[in-house]
């Protein structure tokens, strides 16, 4: 039997975190995206903890134009957020995610406002 659409993407996600993970050094960016909104959050794998998150459905984050636009949005904001946190470096998670269009549009938005990864 064929495997859904979430299945799939899990399976995907285990394998991925299999080999990447977050420290209060070098934290993992991880990407959640909805058909309406999209979520980004810098975790600590070590201690269990997020340190810093963002989505589209904050105040502070401009969610006028399309998604893409939106997501772009997000990725300023969360790196902004993680610039006042003291965190330059990162370790990117696509969650089982492509990494293309709204995802890309998030990393990209993450990298002009100054995060390394």
Known sequence: MALTKVEKRNRIKRRVRGKISGS????????????????????????????????????????????????TAVGKAIAEKAKAAGIE????????????????????GAREAGLKF
């Open 24 to 71: 209060a050094v070098l934290p993992r960016l991880s990407v959640f995206k909805s058909n309406k909104e999209i979520y980004a959050q810098l975790v600590d794998d070590k201690e269990g903890k997020t340190l810093v998150s963002a989505s589209s459905r904050d105040k502070g984050v401009d969610a006028k134009g399309t998604k893409t636009e939106v997501s």
């Open 89 to 108: 470096n990162i370790v990117f998670d696509r969650n089982g995610f492509v990494y293309h269009g709204r995802v890309k549009a998030l990393a990209d």
